[in-house]
């Protein structure tokens, strides 16, 4: 073949390979939102019929873009259904209000159990001794493009918005987390200075946290979030969106550093039982 009609077909076929998922994604947030998508969301977010409309709207458009991009299979027996994809893409989209650029981009599967998942792990004890040790899990987040989650404890965890346990967004919190280059509890954050002030704030109420778990004492947080600075972020951001209140009186520094990060204050949707 002619190289320079051999080089034009590279070249068309580059341009092709670029366009063609540009084209896709546009025809995809040009069409309407379903109508039955927005009956999932009322039906099962419990937060959602609060928000606000501009919110509302940009929910769903983060919704679409989500589903196009994220690939779900269903695990241990389940079949996933536009329900589950719907309910999931709503909460993790919940973290994504307000902000621009790619939706957690390096995310690519979630992986949904119809209940909770058993693992089988190497963990070593208190004196140094390993072993596999099978535990059950509601949730899991992975660094390399993966999300496990427990659907009967989504679904119950969206329906209630309002008691600080929500596996979801706990999941995804950790997918931002890692967007750093490191799960530590010190996601991407604006400028240096938001650095110095989130690392002192979080590890501060970390310590908080650990003492009061140590103590066995009643805290506004989970426990489980006195286990390392990732799982306290990602029980600190349960508690700021589903008891933003009581995290802003109890919390005021933490509710502040989060709502800036969140770009968000979920104390203006005024859900019932606040
Ligand atoms: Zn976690």
Redesign the pocket.
Known sequence: MNPWIFLLLVIVAIALALWIPRFRLRQVMKQPFPDEWVEILERNIGIYKNLPMPLRLQLRQKIKLFLHRKHFSGAGGLEVTDEMRVTIAAQACMLQINRRGPIYPRLKYIILYPTAFIVSRMETNESGVSGHAARGLL???WDNGKVILAWDNVLHGARNFVDGQNVTL??FS?QLDSESGNTNGAPILAGESSYRSWASILSGEFRVLRKKARRGSRSLMDH?GA?NP??FF??ATETFFEKPEKMARHHAELFKVLRDYYRVDPRNWKAAER
């Open positions: 949730g899991e987040s706990h999941e950790h489980y286990t990732a799982e990602a029980v």
